[in-house]
T-cell receptor
Framework: AQKVTQAQTEISVVEKEDVTLDCVYE???????LFWYKQPPSGELVFLIR??????QNEISGRYSWNFQKSTSSFNFTITASQVVDSAVYFC????????????FGKGITLSVRP | GAGVSQSPSNKVTEKGKDVELRCDPI?????LYWYRQSLGQGLEFLIY????????KSGLPSDRFSAERTGGSVSTLTIQRTQQEDSAVYLC?????????????FGPGTRLTVL
């Protein structure tokens, strides 16, 4: 069975601090996709990144970076120099390659960035 | 707009009443998903439609829940004889599996409150 664990439930930081959101996954598939979504207070899920299981290169996009390590089944997300606008709930998700391609989500991490 | 739209944005109903929630996917997207986001449960998959294939209903929590998709586009999620535990945000997502690596685009959700 697919499982995504986001052990941190709430994180509070002061603006300009760096923060890392952890994600650990379980799957029996050899091919799979990992995602991060952001859910700001408005409620709509915003896609941040997709990573397939064959690509272990880390990725950087502005202040965001992602560290994918198959050896530890982790796909962690780091925000550098956090800003108040980063305050949101962040979800890690796993998509299998089965017929329905549904996403299995972690329970989310609530990030609060204080000015 | 070009995104996934859902209506109503908020719905308050009395226990025992039936409700219908609507989702308009992105034009051209053949895959449509319903998820439920409730406190303490995170985001849970409910049902998946792909083209003209039979839907995957494996995530529906009970036979009070049903969904249909007309003409391969708009979808309606129906909850009969609503219960208080049905209170949640119901999210719809669509994707075009042959493009963009199966990324799912989410709508703003319908917040359902059962009194």
């Amino acid at each position: 069975a697919q499982k995504v664990t986001q052990a941190q439930t709430e994180i509070s930081v002061v603006e300009k601090e760096d923060v890392t959101l952890d994600c650990v996954y379980e799957t029996r598939d050899t091919t799979y996709y990992l995602f991060w979504y952001k859910q700001p207070p408005s409620g709509e899920l915003v896609f941040l990144i997709r990573r397939n299981s064959f690509d272990e290169q880390n990725e950087i996009s502005g202040r965001y970076s992602w560290n994918f390590q198959k050896s530890t089944s982790s796909f962690n997300f780091t925000i550098t120099a956090s800003q108040v606008v980063d305050s949101a709930v962040y979800f890690c998700a796993l998509r299998d390659t089965g017929a329905n391609s549904k996403l299995t989500f972690g329970k989310g991490i609530t990030l609060s960035v204080r000015p | 707009g070009a995104g996934v739209s859902q209506s109503p944005s908020n719905k308050v109903t009395e226990k025992g009443k039936d409700v219908e929630l609507r989702c308009d996917p992105i034009s051209g997207h053949t895959a449509l998903y319903w998820y439920r986001q409730s406190l303490g449960q995170g985001l849970e998959f409910l049902i998946y439609f792909q083209g003209n294939s039979a839907p995957d209903k494996s995530g529906l929590p009970s036979d009070r829940f049903s969904a249909e998709r007309t003409g391969g586009s708009v979808s309606t999620l129906t909850i009969q004889r609503t219960q208080q535990e049905d209170s949640a945000v119901y999210l719809c997502a669509s994707s075009q599996p042959r493009l963009a690596g199966y990324e799912q685009f989410f709508g703003p959700g319908t917040r359902l409150t059962v009194l």
